[in-house]
């Protein structure tokens, strides 16, 4: 098993920028694709980014591509995700997890494929 918890969430203006921490207990993160999802008040928890277990493969929804930066450190157990030129449309609670499965494309964005959730972290941008 391993345990989740993210920081780095808060109150930001458009245009700023944020960094989110996901640390994870265990010895065994470097097994987990790693995933960053949100969460807006009223709507369905929507994939953000995934990161293969090595962090050679990176892949982000289209919303957030060329503004967020999803990484990982084996060596310390956590994982990113650097957002800038942060919208009114980015505020959420954002939430890490992991997946003991393959990093495949096709499921990496699919909130069920991921067996550990932390507890979520909230992101708030003004206008």
């Known amino acids: 098993q391993v345990q989740l918890v993210e920081s780095g969430g808060g109150l930001v203006q458009a245009g700023g920028s944020l960094r989110l921490s996901c640390a994870a207990s265990?010895?065994?993160?470097?097994?987990?694709?790693m995933g960053w999802f949100r969460q807006a008040p009223g709507k369905e928890r929507e994939f953000v980014a995934a990161?293969?277990?090595?962090?050679?493969?990176?892949y982000y929804a289209d919303s957030v591509k060329g503004r967020f930066t999803i990484s990982r450190e084996n060596a310390k157990n956590t994982v990113y995700l650097q957002m800038s030129s942060l919208k009114p449309e980015d505020t959420a609670v954002y939430y890490c997890?992991?997946?003991?499965?393959?990093?495949?494309?096709?499921?990496?964005?699919?909130?069920?494929?991921?067996?550990?959730w932390g507890q979520g972290t909230q992101v708030t941008v003004s206008a």
């Open positions: 265990g010895r065994t993160f470097s097994s987990y694709v």
């Open positions: 997890a992991a997946d003991p499965g393959r990093y495949i494309l096709a499921v990496i964005t699919i909130p069920t494929k991921y067996d550990y």
């Open positions: 990161i293969s277990r090595s962090g050679d493969s990176t």
